[in-house]
């Protein structure tokens, strides 16, 4: 029976694989003019006993003055997969952000430096429609240096609506001890709801 249930599995993921091999070639990459850029949202999860904390922040740009917090609580209906983050977070990352207003999102996780060159801020900013920026404090393996730089401590890379050089200077300007501070503000806002 566990020979079954883990082939069933595998083959789910399989096809999940496949279908974000489909969906990777849907992210627009084009540079942002960054002097139309107000604002900018930053978006974080944490887990505790089966629920998932969303976190949204947004602060002005470039001063990075916060002007919007909201949190959301959801149970957790997927586990954590290795490259499959996207099928954990989307549903919290959503219900924080559903109707906020801002110029460009920044997702705790990867975007286009993903083995199958589409993460979590790449996914997000699809089904958003919005520019995106993928922040992560580590690099997934397999996954080309080219897709990704590393400001301070962050690893950035494209979600969506953005190019990597836009995105980088987007992270630079918000930075803080290394690393984007409405991403900062927005962990810490998810551990609190908890």
């Known amino acids: ?28 990459e084009r540079p ?6 107000k604002t900018v949202g930053a978006v974080d999860v944490s887990y505790r006993k089966g629920e998932a904390v969303s976190a949204l922040v947004i602060c002005t740009f ?11 609580k959801v149970g957790v209906s997927f586990p954590y997969v290795p490259t ?10 959503l219900c924080v952000v559903k109707n906020a207003d801002f110029d460009v999102l920044l997702v705790e996780g990867h975007g286009r430096a993903h083995p199958r060159g589409y993460g979590l801020a790449s996914h997000i900013g699809l089904i958003l ?6 922040v992560a404090k580590k ?13 301070g401590k962050a690893y950035v890379s494209v979600g969506h609506l953005v190019d990597l050089g836009s995105a980088v ?12 501070k409405p991403l900062r503000l927005a962990d810490r806002l998810s551990k609190v709801r908890r």
């Open 84 to 93: 499959f983050f996207f099928l954990r977070e989307t549903m919290p990352i």
């Open 169 to 180: 200077r987007i992270v630079r300007e918000l930075d803080e001890k290394g690393y984007p």
């Open 129 to 134: 429609g919005k520019p995106t920026i993928g």
């Open 139 to 151: 690099p997934l393996r397999n996954v080309p240096e080219g897709l990704y730089r590393k400001v």
């Open 62 to 72: 470039p001063e990075c003055q916060p002007i919007e917090t909201r949190t959301a």
């Open 32 to 37: 942002l003019d960054l002097s139309g850029v």
């Open 1 to 28: 029976m566990t020979e079954l249930r883990n082939y069933i599995i595998a083959e789910k993921l399989r096809k999940i694989a496949e279908l974000q091999g489909r969906l990777s070639k849907k992210i627009v």
